[in-house]
């Protein structure tokens, strides 16, 4: 079935991207017309849709995060990446990637990034 | 945005018991687009529930779920002892951003 896996740089400086790769493995990302999304969980709290993309590269985000945020895929890696602007301690979350654009299923693991200098 | 409301915020249970957990949206969810989702400690959120009352592949039986408008319910029929989660609804309607309630810690009593 298929299997996704986050991967990238656990801290980050404030002011700086947030760059985070999601590898999907027993399927392709082009196949089936699935879209693809982005979802972070706050420490603790609760959870927040960020975007999803399609893999002819359509995209849509929460405009509460839109002016700094990019998703983007490449087909031929089967990936979908994330990068997140001028971040700050309150981007500090996990974030997961998810199949679908309307519900999510499955869900990568999550990877905790941490905003600190 | 859409605010989804859960309640309760705890509830405390034992296996073999009826749960019912609520979420109440702050305005109507378009065509029933809800869905409910099982999170465990350190493990992400797993699909349970769409379009409101469509089990996702897997789910068991004695999870259902029922609404319209503002008001969903998740019941889970007989508690068994690995459903005890945190559960979150998530509303996907035309009203974006698609927004999640803050969740309900189902706990062993």
């Known amino acids: 079935q298929v299997q996704l896996q986050e991967s990238g740089p656990g801290l980050v400086k404030p002011s700086q991207t947030l760059s985070l790769t999601c590898t999907v493995s027993?399927?392709?990302?082009?196949?089936?017309?699935?879209?693809w999304s982005w979802i972070r969980q706050h420490p603790g709290k609760g959870l927040e849709w960020i975007g999803y993309i399609y893999y002819s590269g359509s995209t849509y985000y929460n405009p509460s995060l839109k002016s700094r945020v990019t998703i983007s895929v490449d087909t031929s890696k089967n990936q979908f990446s994330l990068k997140l602007s001028s971040v700050t301690a309150a981007d500090t979350a996990v974030y997961y990637c998810g199949r679908g654009r309307h519900w999510f299923d499955p869900w990568g693991q999550g990877t905790l990034v941490t905003v600190s200098s | 945005e859409i605010v989804l409301t859960q309640s309760p915020g705890t509830l405390s249970l034992s296996p073999g018991e009826r749960a019912t957990l609520s979420c109440r949206a702050s305005q109507s969810v378009t065509s029933s687009y809800l869905a409910w989702y099982q999170q465990k400690p350190g493990q992400a959120p797993r699909l349970l529930i769409y379009g409101a009352s469509s089990r996702a592949t897997g789910i068991p039986d004695r999870f259902s779920g029922s609404g319209s408008g503002t008001d969903f319910t998740l019941t889970i029929s007989r508690l068994e002892p690995e459903d005890f989660a945190v559960y979150y609804c998530?509303?996907?309607?035309?009203?974006?951003?698609?927004?999640f309630g803050q969740g309900t810690k189902l706990e062993i009593k």
């Open positions: 027993g399927g392709s990302i082009s196949s089936g017309g699935y879209y």
């Open positions: 998530q509303q996907y309607g035309s009203s974006r951003p698609y927004t």
